[in-house]
């Protein structure tokens, strides 16, 4: 390395946290950008709140914080979580000044779950797109009608505003800024880091594959494997997938292969049983979890889990749902991991 090389300064991320805040909904993208850099110089994590005083979160403990917002000085993102207590409760008018100056000097603003109400307050959602948690949705939709609110979205990102789901949705979120900062391979290692998905971007229908498998390499791939995410109900074929990168079914398969170690097909398979799979862990139906990933129907469903883990989708899903029913042995477990 150079001795004239000067290291990029870190992207400054404010949280801003407040009395009743929830715990995983600030701790968890934290964790994300912190872990960013062991590969980057990527990020500091600031946290703040409305007066500069120490919080009381969610889980009844204390943390300190680095300085009043009014007095924190400008960031290249900020980020306002939510609470368990009801928008009515924690949507005070400090918060709201608190948040409205952040707003003035950040490029970037996102919410995790509640704190999208937050934001509506302020009126950055209107005419935008906006999720959060889905049993707010109905309310935030409610009481912002000019907010075009997504319900069923992991995440959703309108301009230079984002803005998740609830708990786990704000790892999404945030793995998903570091994609954009830093990239991709970047963005893996850290979800491999911390063991969770790479990327859920969109709606419930989106549930991604776990980390397992190769990631695409080339511009070409990757756009295909990215309609194939965005949509993967869709009937998707080869050729249609070759139609959408303007190459020959021969080239897009080639490709595929050697970078996914699969056929376009084989890899439409991949993505629709992992998007069944991980709609059985939230919780849906069987047959919501096949409607959703193209299978056509629970039977369909049935067979491809039957065919890959020995077991029907029912069987799988009252065995995940008892943390002391599987072992790390049980077949099914093992073979939906790889």
């Known amino acids: 390395m150079s001795s004239n090389y000067v290291q990029p300064p870190r992207r400054r991320v404010c949280i801003l946290v407040f009395d009743g805040v929830k715990m995983l909904d600030f701790a968890g993208p934290a964790e994300v950008f912190v872990e960013a850099n062991q590969a980057v110089s990527g990020y500091e994590v600031v946290l703040v709140s409305p007066n500069g005083k120490s919080v009381l979160t969610s889980i009844g403990a204390r943390i300190e914080v680095s300085a009043a917002a009014a007095e924190a000085g400008r960031f290249d993102t900020v980020v306002i979580p939510g609470s368990e207590l009801p928008p009515s409760q924690f949507v005070t008018p400090e918060v709201i000044a608190a ?87 970047v963005a893996r290692r850290v979800a491999q880091l911390l063991v969770v998905y790479m990327q859920r971007a969109g709606g419930q229908s989106q549930f991604s594959a776990s980390l397992s498998g190769s990631a695409p390499r080339s511009p070409l791939v990757r756009k295909v494997v990215d309609l194939i995410c965005a949509d993967p109900a869709f009937p998707h074929t080869v050729q249609t997938l070759a139609d959408h990168a303007r190459v020959s079914v021969r080239h897009l398969t080639r490709l595929f292969r050697a970078e996914l170690e699969r056929s376009p097909a084989e890899y439409v398979a991949f993505i629709r049983f992992g998007v069944a799979r991980d709609m059985l862990h939230a919780g849906h139906s069987v047959t919501e979890a096949a409607m959703a990933a193209g299978y056509g129907s629970s039977e369909a469903l049935r067979r491809a889990f039957v065919a890959r883990l020995g077991v029907s989708p029912r069987k799988y899903q009252q065995r995940f749902r008892s943390t002391g029913a599987m072992t790390d042995t049980d077949p099914a477990i093992v073979a939906a991991a790889s």
């Open 99 to 185: 948040a409205r100056h952040l707003s003035w000097n950040t490029r970037r603003l996102a919410s995790i779950c509640s704190g999208a109400f937050v934001l509506a307050e302020l009126g950055f959602f209107d005419g935008r797109r906006a999720t959060t948690h889905w049993k707010f949705a109905a309310d935030l939709a409610r009481r912002y009608p000019a907010a075009r609110v997504e319900p069923d979205a992991i995440f959703v990102r309108d301009g230079n505003l984002y803005s998740s789901a609830g708990v786990a949705a704000g790892l999404d979120l945030a793995l998903a800024i570091v994609e954009e900062d830093h990239g991709a391979d």
